[in-house]
């Protein structure tokens, strides 16, 4: 049997208002509808935490999306997926930049 | 009952020399020590997936450490430790750029 290796999708937003607790609330509010796509084992949705100020950390981001797929193909399925693409086309306008890393466990 | 709200802890590793497979090799390693601090919960050690290339997709890191623990005291107790400090002070000489992000579940 082969060990599972998850692949990892890390999704950060920069809001254009990040004061407005509204949007942030729309935000998260919209992230919490891809939930149903099936291919998605696990999912966080969170805010910058309050460690420690250093220079290596980048706390200026609004919301956080960390989702665990068992696979490519579970990935590219979340990615295509009809609930996804309704996020996109209705969210969209909240952000001004997004940032994606993709991992797959060593 | 509280609902656990996990602290999670991702930082991404730019090497000096990317194409070398033993300093990332190395890199991997250390990383790998850090797994006996009692705090982390749970950790990852990736590398970049082979997902689909989009402009907001940033692949251009080498490694990537992913842990979760309970709460910000168990990060900062994983940011003191002689393990930690002992990672950087072998390591650190690989990297030429280190960013974090602390999330916490909202």
Redesign the interface.
């Known amino acids: 049997m082969q060990t599972l290796k ?5 999704v ?1 937003f920069w809001l254009k208002n990040p004061k407005s607790q509204a949007d942030v609330d729309r935000l ?1 509010a919209g992230l919490k509808t891809l939930e149903k796509i099936e291919t998605i084992k696990k999912m ?9 100020k ?1 220079d ?4 200026s ?1 609004s ?2 999306e ?1 989702m665990f797929f068992d696979d ?1 193909a579970g ?2 399925y979340y ?1 295509d997926h009809p609930v996804h693409k309704e996020f996109i086309n209705s969210c969209s306008h909240l952000w001004e930049k ?9």
């Open positions: 998850p692949v990892i999708h890390h950060l998260i966080h949705i969170g805010i910058p935490a309050s460690t420690e250093r290596v950390v980048d706390n981001y919301v956080s960390l490519l990935q590219k990615q997004v940032v994606v890393y993709d991992m797959i466990d060593v």
